[in-house]
Structure formats: C-alpha cells, structure tokens
C-alpha cells in the first residue's frame, strides 16, 4: 500500500524534518509539501535539506495560505491530484506539526486491514451542538467573508470589524449564498482511500467556485463532497479523524495546544493514529518516548 502523506507547513523546521524522516520510515510512502510562500526563509531551508534526495517521494510546492481562506483547502485539493496521478492507494491531510503516534507497524497494518473504509469527522449543519458563540458553521459558507483578500492574523482587529460590517451587510440584503444540498462539516484533518480521493477531486473540480470567500472551507468542503456522494462512498465512511488534538482551552501559549510528555498516556490510550501539535523544543521528551515505541516494534519490508 502507497500512503501518501499532504503535508502543509509555514514554521518549524525541526518538526517538519522529523515528520518526514518519520513518513520515510514507511516503505513506499510518499509525501507532498505546500509550504506557505511567504515563510521564505523557511522555505529556503526545506529546499536545502530536500537537495539531499534523489527520489521522488518528497514532493514540495509553494503557495499562499491566508489562515481561514479558500487557500488551504485548495492546497490540499493540488496535493492530492499530484499523489492521485502517482497511483497512491490513501491519502492523509496532515501538518507540519503532526505525527504519527502509534509504532509505523501498527500504522501500517491498520490501514491495511481497513483500506476499504475512509475516516473523517462530519456533523449535518446547521450543527446541533452549536452554542451560540462564535459564527455558526453554515453561516460560513452562506455569506461571503474576506479572508480570501486580507490576512486576518496580520490586522486582527481592523479584520474583524471589516468582515463584521460586510457579514451584516449582506444579511440586511438577504444574500444566501447556499445551494440545493445538505451541507457538512468537520475537521480538516482526515484519512481517506483512494476511491473516495476520486470522487472528491471530480466533484471538488465542478464547485470549487463556491467555496471561495467562504471562512475556513477546509472544514466543509470534503465533508459536503462525500456525503452527498453515492451510497459506495458513504457507507465506507467512519465518522472519526483518528486524530488528537488539544482544541479545548490554550496549553502553551496556542490553540490547538502544543503537546508535551503529558499527552503520551491520553494519545496511547486512544484510538489516535495521529497527534497535533507538536514543537520542535516543548515537545521533545514527548517524541522520545514515541520514538522508543517504534524501536521495540519496527516497521520493514520483512513484515509487511
């Protein structure tokens, strides 16, 4: 089985090296980079430790990535229509500062053993959990927003009141932006098979359109895709992203959390295949220990 690993990145160096020696360490593995195009030093830096190799299973671009824009989704979307024409067999939407958290030999058998099924969260919207705080997912795609022309991390403030007064605008004109379907969301971060990689980049080509100037439609996109899709596809998908993430309160100073050697019993206890954030200097004795595991039950072609 050909994983391929769609890997977005714009800091952390360290980190990002260590995943890929890490991905590496799976046979066959292929990996696909978009690193933002305005981290130029860092991207420079990646240019110069891929020079080292000289196959062709790193595979790295540059783009732009507003946070909360088209951009991010669309970058995932151009990875994986480079690993599809690479024959790969699934397909996983990480970051530069993930991980695989299991030993690559449990990694591995896992997703042989389920490659007919697609793992990703998904929830119907309007979401019935919504609380009140915060902009309700649907209004995401309802409205236009401006995250797709201004950088809402560099002007935070000035951001917020202009996309406040254009959201408000456009209720008062009773702007609905919303078509004929059932919508879904869900995280970004998801683990899919191929059969459902193609379906997703034929239907992605024909609506991409609407998705832009919406707030964080990689949150949407793939989860509206292939639910509305045919039965073959939805009935192979399990509604879990397999994925640890610490969204609920800061840890470190960031949301999601940074995670440290604390979060190594929780992730191991888990049904979690991954693990997001890790940092290349808060996150070390953490990493150690997952490294240990890989050691005492190794991945190699002898046992796959």
């Known amino acids: 089985m050909v994983h391929a690993f769609l890997v977005t990145a714009y800091k952390d160096y360290a980190s990002l090296i260590a995943l890929i020696e890490q991905l590496l360490a799976i046979p066959h593995s292929r990996i696909y980079i978009n690193i933002d195009a305005r981290s130029i030093s860092f991207l420079q830096q990646i240019k110069g430790y891929l020079k080292k190799f000289t196959s062709s299973r790193v595979y790295l671009q540059a783009e732009t990535v507003r946070w909360g824009?088209?951009?991010?989704?669309?970058?995932?979307?151009?990875?994986?229509?480079k690993a599809a024409r690479d024959n790969c067999d699934y397909y996983h939407t990480i970051t530069g500062q993930c991980r695989i958290t299991k030993p690559l030999l449990q990694f591995y058998q896992?997703?042989?053993?389920?490659?007919?099924?697609?793992?990703?969260?998904?929830?119907?919207?309007?979401?019935?959990?919504?609380?009140?705080?915060?902009?309700?997912?649907?209004?995401?795609?309802?409205?236009?927003?401006?995250?797709?022309?201004?950088?809402?991390?560099?002007?935070?403030?000035?951001?917020?009141?202009?996309?406040s007064i254009f959201i408000k605008t456009q209720k008062f004109l009773r702007i609905n932006r919303l078509k004929n379907r059932i919508y879904y969301s869900g995280s970004t971060y998801f683990s899919v098979n191929k059969e459902a990689v193609a379906y997703l980049l034929s239907e992605y080509k024909k609506i991409k359109k609407e998705f832009r100037y919406t707030y964080c439609c990689e949150e949407?996109?793939?989860?509206?895709?292939?639910?509305?899709?045919?039965?073959?596809?939805?009935?192979?998908?399990?509604?879990?992203?397999?994925?640890?993430?610490?969204?609920?309160?800061?840890?470190?100073?960031?949301?999601?959390?940074?995670?440290?050697e604390e979060d190594f019993l929780p992730i191991q206890n888990g049904n979690f295949l991954?693990?997001?954030?890790?940092?290349?200097?808060?996150?070390?004795?953490?990493?150690?220990?997952?490294?240990?595991?890989?050691?005492?039950?190794?991945?190699?072609?002898?046992n796959i």
């Not at 220990?289 to 050691?295: G, R, S, T, V």
């Open 69 to 81: 824009s088209y951009q991010h989704f669309d970058v995932y979307m151009q990875l994986a229509t």
């Open 220 to 260: 949407t996109v793939a989860q509206t895709i292939l639910l509305n899709g045919p039965k073959e596809i939805k009935v192979a998908i399990v509604n879990e992203d397999l994925r640890y993430i610490l969204w609920a309160g800061y840890k470190h100073g960031e949301i999601p959390g940074i995670l440290d």
């Open 110 to 163: 896992f997703f042989q053993e389920h490659r007919h099924l697609s793992f990703i969260q998904h929830v119907g919207l309007p979401d019935p959990s919504w609380n009140g705080l915060g902009q309700p997912r649907l209004d995401r795609v309802k409205f236009y927003h401006l995250h797709d022309i201004l950088d809402a991390r560099k002007i935070p403030f000035l951001f917020d009141m202009a996309n």
């Open 274 to 302: 991954f693990a997001r954030k890790f940092d290349s200097v808060i996150s070390q004795k953490l990493v150690q220990k997952m490294n240990d595991l890989d050691k005492s039950d190794p991945l190699n072609q002898e």
